[in-house]
């Protein structure tokens, strides 16, 4: 049918039995969109390595356990961006930041920066991601990291300053 699912994706780690939970609701109108069969890829980032799970979510809510031997930096579901959804994707910033840094794809990337978005203070990790993206290899996630410098501009301008500077002139798309 046509249509497209809407959905929400939920993390917890459970540290006495070693095992992360991905939650993922499907919450489309169902009067209108059917509830879908979503075969979907998730990375899991852990001591070093990245370790790929082969999942089907075909419940209106679906809990997926994973055993590991630590905390995993990150879980990124849809690992290679293939759905057609709607998303909330319920990360921390902590594992946003590390998404940018260590997942392969732009639209990790580009996540990540939107996500971070422009609610953060300045000298802080989420601060130190949104300048780095400055220089992303991609003109949309530098445009992204534009889009949201508003509270460094304000509050850390000498630096942000001349780095809007440095893109505004030298920047192969700063148009």
């Given amino acids: 049918k046509g249509g497209h699912p809407n959905i929400k994706i939920d993390y917890d780690w459970n540290d006495s039995l070693h095992f992360e939970t991905v939650t993922i609701t499907q919450n489309q109108n169902f ?20 370790e790929r799970k082969k999942i089907v979510a075909e419940d209106s809510v679906g809990k997926f356990h994973f055993d590991l031997p630590v905390k995993p ?15 909330t994707d319920n990360k921390s910033k902590a594992e946003l930041i590390f998404q940018y840094g260590h997942a392969p794809l732009y639209l990790d990337r580009y996540e990540a920066v939107s996500k971070i978005g422009n609610k953060y203070n300045v000298n802080t990790p989420e601060a130190k991601l949104i300048m780095k993206a400055l220089h992303d290899k991609y003109s949309g996630i530098r445009i992204a990291s534009i889009n949201n410098i508003g509270e460094l501009a304000m509050n850390d301008t000498n630096e942000v300053k001349a780095e809007l500077k440095l893109l505004a002139t030298t920047d192969s798309s700063a148009d």
């Fill in 31 to 50: 009067k209108n969109n059917p509830l879908y069969r979503l075969p979907l890829d998730i990375d899991l980032y852990y001591n070093g390595k990245i």
């Fill in 73 to 87: 930096d990150l879980v990124n579901v849809d690992a290679g961006k293939t759905l057609l959804c709607n998303k």
